[in-house]
């Protein structure tokens, strides 16, 4: 309940405040007392109109007030005045077959004849959780629909007026809901791409103007320093202010040595250990055998001599 008298309070004050301004000047005392004639005007209107915004569970008050600051936006994107709520009910009361209208393309685009106006809204406010949501769709006098749109309403009561506002212009004239960026980073010659596309290199020389409302992918880069990636978030008629502080990439160190496997060579089989082992045997035997063959008979002949054997 505090929520809701805040808002309507904050946007009480704003509507006030927008319709000081639409009416002020008038007859004022000249410099000599005397009276400043001021010829009369013909009154024109814009050529959009609102049927009427209907709450659905939520406050009456609180639709009210915003369909008084919805049309003020209005009013203020036709620079004229539109039709008033008094006007509106009178050309219904003044046609039987518009008494029971609540909405319908038909009846909307008869209405919006008898206004003589060429476009007429209709629409609702309804709560969606802690938020409102604003559902409005534009229909022209043949009975087609031009644009329907479904605005979120949340946040504070600055927040909500901003909702309101995009929701008028997303519904009349969108081409016109557009913001800016404006990059200030701490490093000169670092590259900006937004949304993919290049845009140029710090310091601009200004915002970077005419974007969408909404979110867009903000890059910025620059040999040595890490790459700044962040969504920025564009606002009606405002700029979106980036601050930059680019971190220095941190340093990978040496590139890594490669260990390339050597080549593995067959060993030959007589350098081997195995090998040396059969070598040394062949050769013990081969000296036993040589030994064998060049040593004397061990049979003595006593005939031949007899010191040999004692004799």
Same mark, same amino acid.
């Given at each position: 309940m505090i929520r809701v008298t805040s808002v309507l309070a904050t946007l009480a004050m704003c509507s006030t405040l927008a319709s000081a301004k639409g009416n002020g000047g008038g007859n004022g005392a000249g410099a000599g007392g005397?009276? +400043?004639?001021? +010829?009369?005007?013909? %009154? +024109?209107?814009?050529? %959009?109109a609102v049927f009427r915004i209907e709450p659905l569970g939520i406050e009456p008050e609180l639709v009210a007030r915003l369909d008084s600051l919805f #049309? =003020? $936006? =209005? $009013? #203020? =994107?036709?620079?004229?005045? =539109?039709?008033?709520? #008094?006007d509106v009910d009178k050309a219904i009361a003044s046609d039987a077959g518009l008494r029971a209208c609540s909405g319908e393309t038909d009846c909307l685009a008869a209405l919006a004849k008898k206004l003589g106006v060429k476009q007429i809204i209709s629409g609702n406010v309804g709560a969606l959780g802690d938020s409102y949501v604003i559902n409005l769709k534009l229909i022209d006098d043949t009975g087609a629909e031009v644009r329907r749109i479904a605005q979120p309403l949340s946040g504070s009561p600055d927040e909500l007026i901003e909702a309101v506002r995009v929701a008028a212009y997303g519904l009349v004239a969108p081409e016109q809901l557009k913001g800016s960026i404006a990059i200030l980073s701490d490093v000169s010659g670092a590259a900006i791409s937004l949304d993919g596309k290049a845009i140029g290199k710090t310091p601009l020389k200004g915002p970077i103007t005419n974007l969408d409302v909404g979110k867009h992918q903000l890059k910025i880069s620059a040999q040595g320093y890490t790459d700044f990636l962040s969504d920025v978030e564009v606002h009606f008629q405002k700029t979106s202010q980036v601050i930059v502080n680019l971190i220095v990439a941190k340093d990978t160190g040496p590139a890594p040595i490669v260990k390339v496997p050597l080549r593995q060579h067959p060993v030959p089989w007589y350098s081997s250990t195995w090998g040396y082992v059969g070598i040394g045997v062949g050769a013990i035997a081969l000296g036993v055998i040589v030994g064998l063959a060049f040593a004397p008979d061990g049979v003595v002949n006593c005939e031949r001599n007899p010191a040999a054997c004692g004799l």
């Open positions: 005397g009276t +400043t004639q001021v +010829t009369a005007q013909p %009154i +024109t209107h814009a050529n %959009i #049309r =003020l $936006e =209005l $009013e #203020r =994107l036709e620079k004229a005045p =539109l039709p008033s709520k #008094r």
